[in-house]
């Protein structure tokens, strides 16, 4: 079960737009459209931003939308604010025998 | 308001056993799969186990099978993960999670520390 990769870190300055890469394989990312992404600020418990590659929860910002292209799913945010600035983690389904498989991380940090 | 609370974690000697329990309110939690999500100290987070709602199904990660086991008693509420076996690699805060892939819900986290 390896984790998907992520840059370790981006940064951005208010207002702009920063994307979030996650690199996976045919067995995970590119085989399902079961793509999270989850915020996490420092100790706190990890926050759902993106699920099913594209679809967001009620009550998370438009201003957060995710993609996929063959085995990269990405996440992008929009309009940079200061309370994004916060730890980004993918998650993909990567079959019954593997089951989830997450990311390394990427820290955001909005100059 | 849906909550989730862990408990159970503390300090085991590797080759050591713990029982986390996680305690679930706010939602029909017998509709629901649940997971345990745990994260080393200043790592990132690693999906450990899963189990359906009516317990059907149950998956590990590779680095915990035969070691761990997950189950849960809807009657109760609860959600448990039974550890045995504890390395030193195990270290880390362990979060029950609600959801399949995209977990919506999170509880605060039980740290577990393996050390002599």
């Known amino acids: 079960q390896s984790a998907l990769t992520q840059p370790a870190s981006v940064s951005g300055s208010p207002g702009q737009s920063i994307s979030i890469s996650c690199s996976g394989t045919?067995?995970?990312?590119?085989?399902?459209?079961?793509v999270s992404w989850y915020q996490q600020h420092p100790g706190k418990a990890p926050k759902l931003m993106i699920y099913?590659?594209?679809k967001r929860p009620s009550g998370v910002s438009n201003r957060f939308s995710g993609s996929k292209s063959g085995n990269t799913a990405s996440l992008t945010i929009s309009g940079l604010q200061a309370d994004d600035e916060a730890d980004y983690y993918c998650?993909?389904?990567?079959?019954?025998?593997?089951?989830?498989?997450f990311g390394g991380g990427t820290k955001l940090t909005v100059l | 308001e849906v909550q989730l609370v862990e408990s159970g974690g503390g300090l085991v000697q590797p080759g050591g056993s713990l029982r986390l329990s996680c305690a679930a309110s706010?939602?029909?939690?017998?509709?629901?799969?649940m997971n345990w999500v745990r994260q080393a100290p200043g790592k990132g987070l690693e999906w450990v186990s899963y189990?359906?709602?009516?317990?059907?199904?149950?998956y590990y990660a590779d680095s915990v099978k035969g070691r761990f086991t997950i189950s849960r008693d809807n009657a109760k509420n609860s959600l448990y993960l039974q550890m045995n076996s504890l390395r030193d690699e195990d270290t880390a805060v362990y979060y029950c999670?609600?959801?399949?892939?995209?977990?919506?819900?999170w509880g605060q986290g039980t740290l577990v520390t393996v050390s002599s």
């Open positions: 999670a609600r959801g399949y892939g995209d977990y919506d819900y």
């Open positions: 706010g939602f029909t939690f017998s509709s629901y799969s």
């Open positions: 189990i359906s709602s009516s317990s059907n199904t149950i």
């Open positions: 045919r067995s995970d990312v590119g085989s399902y459209d079961l």
């Open positions: 099913e590659v594209t």
């Open positions: 998650c993909s389904y990567a079959g019954s025998s593997t089951s989830w498989v």
